[in-house]
C-alpha cells in the first residue's frame, strides 16, 4: 500500500516540476536501498555452512523436493509473468505512469483491507481452499482481461485481483516453507535449502520467460502480444494450484 502511494507521489511531483515522470522515482529508490547499509550491524550474527555433497544429493534425489518442482514451477511462472505483463497492460490501457500510480494506489487500498477481514478466518484446514478459490480467481480474470483489453475490463481485474493475491501469497507462505523443507534434510542448514529453493525458482522463471517470448514471437500487434501473456498467466496459475 504504502510502495505505490509513495511511487506515485514521485511520479507526480517529477510532472509537476516538468520532468520525465520517472526521473525522482529512480533517484530516491536506490538511495532507499543504500540505507539498508546502515541496519547491518542490527542483523543477529549468522555464518552460513558450506553446501556439501550430501546437501545435493538429497536435493536431487528426495521424491518430495521433486514433485514440489511442479508447485515451484507454477509459483516462479505467476510471479515473472505478472511482473513482466501486468505493468504493460497497464501502460497500454490507461496511457500514463501517473494513471497507472494512482490506480495501483486505490486498488492496494482495496487489497489490504481484504486480507485484514479474512485473515483471522484463515486456518490450517481452509488454506489450501482459499489457494484455489484465490487462484480460479486470477485465473478467470487474466483470461477475461485478455480477450478486452479495455479500462472496465482492467478494472474487475484490479479489484478482483487485489482481493484475491492477498489471500493467495499468504496462503502460497506457508506451502513455501513446506517446499523449503522438502528441499533440505534433517542434518542440513538454513543457507543451503535455500539456496536450493532460489536456484530452483530462478531456473523455473527462466523456463516461463523463455515461453513467454517464443508466444508473442509469433505475433505481430501488440495487444495480441498481451492477450498471450495473459493467457500464460492464467496457465501458470493452474500449474500452481495442480503442484
Known sequence: LVGPAVA???IYAAHV????????????????????????DQLSDYRPTPIRSNDVAHFVSDKRNRVAQLYLF?????HILQEALVPLVLISVLGT????????????????????????????????????ISA?????????LGHLLTVAMLI??????????????????VIDLQTMDSAGHHESDFYPTMIFRD??????????GFALLGAISTVELDAQALTIG??????????????
Open 8 to 10: 506515485t507521489a514521485l
Open 17 to 40: 516540476a516538468g520532468w520525465s515522470e520517472f526521473s525522482l522515482l529512480f533517484i530516491v529508490t536506490p538511495a532507499i536501498f543504500v540505507l539498508g547499509f546502515f541496519f547491518f
Open 74 to 78: 507454477g509459483g516462479a511462472s505467476t
Open 97 to 132: 505512469a501517473l494513471q497507472v500510480g494512482g490506480f495501483n494506489t486505490i486498488f492496494a487500498l482495496v487489497g489490504a483491507v481484504t486480507l485484514l477481514l479474512v485473515g483471522a478466518h484463515r486456518h490450517s484446514g481452509n488454506r489450501l481452499r482459499i489457494l484455489g
Open 136 to 144: 480460479g480467481i486470477i485465473l478467470i480474470l487474466s483470461i477475461l
Open 156 to 173: 474487475v481485474y484490479a479489484f478482483g485481483t487485489n482481493i484475491a493475491q492477498p489471500l493467495l501469497r499468504v496462503s502460497e507462505h
Open 199 to 208: 536456484l530452483s525458482l530462478w531456473a523455473w522463471r527462466m523456463v516461463a
Open 230 to 243: 495473459m493467457y500464460l498467466i492464467a496457465a501458470s496459475f493452474v500449474i500452481l494450484y495442480v503442484g
